[in-house]
């Protein structure tokens, strides 16, 4: 059943949410065409507002729920629904772990060309709050609360960003996603701001003196803050710093950088160690990892560590392969399989990672471990490997675009005995699988859950050279 709203957006109700799909939107049906719909959960039976139309399908909005779903479960966080970070928390966490794994079969199946490999159970996340070791807040002079009629104000606030909107800001009060201190350190930034009359960023036209607010955390109880700031004004940094080191003397690394560009990355960025020790130190297995302000670093470490030991398990090394790790970041996965090789390549286009990767090598005493700052895909354009450079295995962890079609040429032109394909996006992995699968076969595929009450899933999967274009 249809109406007619207002403003003349149509209106539908009673409609059946029957799946979850792109970006994690519930889907339904309304007569031939698809309609998407955030924050639903496939079962519940839901009024809704048409917001976008297309020949094809339909996007919408929950006005009413009839007849929630049994999947459905209470949100944690008050800011559910407003903040984009967590569109799943309203569904219970074996029901995300089950649309994750559906994920991964049908990018396979949908996109892929190949034998489908074995797929195993879905790895859970161990814990599904307070899991991540970095969150990074935004400091804005135009906020968008949650609050009646606190849509659209001109003040400060802390928080993230509102989805789509460059200069507006969501006041967070709260956030399940990293442990404490972590909220107590944002909202006493946020009365410490307005008590000393500090002026926050304006995106618009580019200026203000607060700017970003960085907290990461170990395993092992490490704890790092970094203030990004807009004016390189030391009578205002400094009782800034001082505050933080006096509040919470629980901060082991305390740092602050200046950043005088437009746009907020980090890239080229100085940070000044203003208190503590200059790196925090991750263990994982018996391997040590330096985590600088700047470093990259799986998020969740618990999970990062299952994922780990997974490709370790896929490249079932027997300590003579020439192995190579494409897009190493800090090296990290080269760590943890270079005991069991005669040699790890890793190769990083970012220069600082690469920096660090060599820094852990040194703190691990991995002598078989080196790291080449390139380009991959330039470096893959003409015959890199050779014959006295073939590789016995390779390991790639793309971003999610996956690999350049110079990269796969190359790995099929040196045709090594196995690959670990580690991927955040199960579509482009299924459609890179499907061009290496001229020598290649899927044997195994093994999704991780490495953010929860999210749509996103790990894939990792083993391919193995067919005997046929095996070397002898």
Not at 246 to 268: C, H, M, Q, W
């Amino acid at each position: 059943m249809k109406e007619k709203g207002e403003t003349g957006n149509l209106i539908y109700n009673q409609v059946l949410m029957t799946d979850a799909g792109s970006e994690g939107k519930a889907v339904g049906r309304i007569g031939e065409r698809v309609v998407f719909v955030p924050f639903a959960v496939p079962g519940d039976v839901v009024d809704i507002k048409i917001v976008k139309k297309r020949s094809r399908y339909m996007e919408g909005r929950v006005l009413s729920i009839r007849s929630p779903s049994p999947r459905r479960t209470k949100p944690v966080c008050r800011h559910f629904g407003i903040c984009g970070g967590c569109k799943w928390q309203q569904m219970k966490y074996e029901d995300q772990l089950y649309f994750k794994q559906k994920q991964v079969l049908e990018s396979l199946t949908r996109i892929g060309k190949f034998r489908l490999p074995e797929i195993r159970d879905i790895i859970p996340s161990k814990q599904i709050f307070n899991y991540r070791n970095k969150l990074e807040f935004t400091f804005l002079n135009r906020k968008w609360t949650d609050e009646p009629g606190g849509e659209d104000q001109n003040s400060n606030g802390l928080g993230f960003h509102v989805p789509g909107r460059y200069d507006k800001i969501l006041d967070i009060t709260e956030c399940h996603l990293q442990q404490e201190p972590s909220g107590m350190i944002r909202n006493a930034l946020r009365n410490y701001a307005v008590s000393a009359g500090l002026d926050h960023w304006d995106a618009r036209n580019g200026e203000g003196f607060l700017r970003n607010l960085i907290i990461r955390n170990t395993l092992s109880g490490s704890l790092m803050v970094l203030m990004i700031i807009g004016r390189n004004e030391p009578e205002l940094i400094l009782p800034l710093m001082a505050f933080l080191r006096e509040s919470f003397p629980e901060i082991t690394s305390l740092f602050y950088a200046v950043n005088l560009k437009r746009n907020d990355s980090l890239s080229g960025l100085q940070p000044v160690l203003y208190d503590g020790e200059p790196y925090m130190t991750e263990e994982m297995d018996d391997l040590k990892f330096l985590i600088g302000p700047l470093s990259f670093f799986q998020t969740n470490s618990r999970q990062a560590l299952e994922l780990f030991r997974t490709v370790r398990e896929f490249a079932g090394l027997m300590g003579r392969e020439r192995v190579f790790d494409l897009y190493s970041g800090t090296g990290t996965i080269a760590h943890f399989i270079g005991r069991d090789a005669a040699h790890v390549t890793g190769i990083e286009s970012v220069p600082e990672a690469v920096e660090h990767a060599r820094m852990n090598a040194r703190l691990n005493h991995m002598n078989n471990i080196s790291f080449v700052a390139a380009d991959i895909e330039k470096l893959f354009q003409g015959d890199y490997f050779g014959e006295q450079n073939r590789p016995d295995v390779i390991i790639a962890d793309p971003p999610r675009a996956g690999m350049h079609v110079n990269v796969l040429k190359e790995i099929l032109a040196a045709a090594p005995d196995k690959i670990v394909y580690v991927s955040c996006n199960p579509a482009t992995q299924a459609r890179d699988v499907t061009r290496l699968a001229a020598k290649f076969d899927a044997v195994m595929s093994q999704p991780l859950d490495m953010f929860p009450h999210t749509h996103h899933v790990e894939n990792v999967m083993l391919l193995r050279l067919r005997e046929t274009f095996q070397k002898q």
